[in-house]
């Protein structure tokens, strides 16, 4: 699975309030690659943080989607650069 693709599952495996700890389950992933993915979707507004109340330090936290559509970007074969010239040697 590649990262834009778990971006876009986390999306809709959000779709109602889900914990670091459910998302850990759900997708088998380490706690620092979820938290990357969170941020990453935290600051693009597509994910919303919901803190639980009367719990402190950032405890009884959950995800949930605000809806904003993720688009995926496709990418093609990377394309190699051909005959460049550096320093008067031809590549």
């Known amino acids: 699975m590649t990262y834009d693709e ?5 999306l809709q495996f959000c ?13 088998g992933i380490g706690t ?5 993915c969170v941020r990453k979707l935290k600051a693009s507004g597509h994910l919303l943080k919901i803190n639980a109340p009367g ?3 950032g405890h009884g936290v959950t995800y ?7 688009h ?3 990418r093609g074969k ?8 550096v320093m008067g040697v031809k590549l």
């Open 32 to 36: 620092q690659a979820v938290y990357g």
């Open 64 to 70: 949930q989607w605000t809806g904003k559509p993720y």
């Open 6 to 10: 778990r971006q876009e599952a986390l």
């Open 78 to 85: 990377p394309k190699y650069v051909k005959g460049v010239t």
């Open 55 to 57: 719990k402190a330090n």
């Open 15 to 27: 779709e109602r309030p889900r914990s670091t700890e459910q998302i850990k389950a759900h997708f």
């Open 72 to 74: 995926v970007v496709k």
